[in-house]
């Protein structure tokens, strides 16, 4: 063999050696490398074994652990699910006939003349939550809120345990959002205990339960966020705001206290994409208290009524009518021969307390007055003219909306009045030199809207009194020797006058 057939040999075992080694050690590798990843039973045995070392848990914490499944337990058999059936009639587009009708005008004014307005009824399904308050026998009474069950046709209670009952509408209210049902079972059912919301502070826990999305007998804990909140309007109601999560469903359903008494409804939330933000609002339970009482006795809420519209007192008022600093709610007008007329309240008055309670505000007033009952008389607390002074008024029974506002014609004076500071001026293009107040709020059917006064009407004299502030004109108006009133105006440079009798 010549030399070069041999250093190639020798070349080509060489290059065999090194890729058999290469494979060998590839192999080997690999093998090693499984081995070492896949753990024995009895290393697995080992580390269950470290791991399921007793974890050192607060005292504190297993308290609030029981507290939790303490509150849970009372409160999800007195919580049901509200489902409800709405039936919506609507009118059922007819056909225009046959497109060649035009053809043969005879044929198509009796077709026209056959046909009738049709309709057709659409079972709209909805659920929400419901707290179960009283028992009288078998007859057992469920709280929600009126946009749960205010306008259902068939409505059903689901229990926590899964028992299902037809029920009926009791009463609905929309001014509270709240409604009742019940439901007639032989068997035992719970009753939730009512506590006193009025003892709930920002920074308390509260446990929300209910059946959001349709998932019966969820709870939710959070806090107290805020309270006194007001709410969608027209609802008389002021809220407590929490952090615990409300969802859909969840409306009419408990909000609990630490020791499962129910202190709120929830009723609404904030959220622009309609899940739960953390900001949830339910209705306290003490503003609830007499609505059962009325629901159950009277199939409605029984409101009381004072006779007044009020406001917030708008800004540069409070000099002109001797108010410094004071939390209250201001009366604009009175009607005539109500109680509030009759027991001495008169426009321009500033309400700081009915029977030593604070008003904070307008709606605390109108939230106060419409829990006291028909009859009763109660103290107000006033201010007039700078002076403090108490009135003593016998409460009415508030007559429904439609009712009230039939009687806008003894409304008096009729008017909001704002006075003149220099963003008011700038807006409405009035000079310096000249003195008034500005019309922002003339009621339909009150004697003023009558006798041609509108908005943005600037009053400068009525009578023979110049007018120059809000004190003024509610001093003009409340002068209890005059019956019949000028009252002088301009609108847009031209003068103007009205005249009224009270």
């Known amino acids: 063999m010549n030399g070069k057939k041999l250093f190639r040999s020798k070349n080509f075992f060489v290059f065999n050696l090194l890729l058999v080694g290469l494979v060998a050690g ?10 070492s990843t896949r753990l024995s039973s009895g290393e697995t045995a080992y580390a269950q074994e470290k791991q399921a070392d007793p974890i050192q848990v607060p005292p504190s914490m297993e308290e609030m652990q029981n507290s939790f499944r303490a509150v849970a337990r009372k409160s999800l058999p007195v919580v049901v699910e509200v489902k409800v059936v709405e039936v919506v009639k609507q009118a059922v587009p007819q056909s225009r006939g046959w497109p060649w009708d035009f053809l043969f005008p005879d044929q198509q004014n009796n077709n026209q003349g056959q046909q009738q307005p049709q309709e057709r009824e659409y079972r709209n399904q909805g659920l929400g939550s419901g ?38 509408l009791v009463g609905a209210d929309e001014r509270m959002d709240l409604a009742m049902v019940s439901f007639d079972a032989k068997e035992d059912i719970p009753v939730a205990e ?54 859909q469903g969840n409306s009419g359903g408990a909000l609990m206290n630490i020791y499962g008494q129910v202190v709120g409804i929830n009723t609404w939330i904030a959220a622009p994409s309609g899940g739960s933000v953390g900001l949830g609002f339910a209705i306290p339970i003490n503003n609830a208290k007499k609505a059962i009482d009325d629901f159950i006795d009277k199939g409605e809420i029984e409101y009381g009524w004072l006779g007044v519209t009020v406001s917030e007192l708008y800004p540069g008022m409070e000099e002109s009518m001797g108010i410094d600093n004071q939390k209250g709610a201001f009366i604009q007008n009175v009607y005539i021969d109500s109680p509030a007329a009759k027991g001495g309240i008169e426009p321009g008055d500033f309400v ?24 009763s008389s109660v103290d107000f607390d006033i201010i007039r003219d700078g002076k403090k002074i108490t009135l003593k008024v016998k409460i009415g029974k508030r007559e429904n909306s439609e009712a009230i506002a039939g009687n806008m014609s003894k409304l008096w004076p009729g008017l909001t009045v704002i006075g003149l500071d220099e963003d008011v001026r700038n807006e409405l293009k009035i000079n310096a030199k000249e003195n008034g107040v500005v019309v922002v709020g003339v009621e339909k059917g009150t004697k003023p809207y009558v006798a041609g006064i ?14 120059n502030n809000v004190g003024d004109f509610y001093d003009a108006m409340n002068d209890k020797n005059v019956k019949e009133y000028k009252i002088y105006y301009k609108r847009e440079g031209s003068e103007f006058f009205a005249g009224i009798v009270r």
């Not at 590839?26 to 081995?35: K, L, P």
């Open 26 to 35: 590839f192999v080997v590798s690999m093998i090693t490398f499984g081995c």
């Open 131 to 168: 707290v179960i308050v009283r028992n009288n026998g078998n007859t057992h009474y469920v709280l929600t809120n009126n946009h749960v069950a205010g306008k259902a046709d068939e409505i059903k209670v689901v229990l926590n345990d899964g028992r299902e009952y037809p029920a009926k």
């Open 194 to 247: 009512i506590g006193d919301s009025d003892e709930l502070q920002v920074g308390d826990w509260v446990i929300a339960v209910g059946s959001p999305f349709g998932f019966v007998s969820s709870v939710t804990a959070g806090i107290v966020s805020a309270k006194g909140r007001s709410g969608p309007q027209n609802n008389i109601s002021d809220f407590i705001q929490t952090d615990a999560a409300i969802n």
């Open 352 to 375: 700081t307390a009915i029977d030593n309670r604070s008003v904070r505000s307008r709606d605390d007033l109108v939230r106060m007055v419409g829990e006291l009952t028909a009859g």
């Open 454 to 467: 509108r908005n943005y009407d600037l009053i400068y004299r009525i009578n023979d009194t110049q007018i």
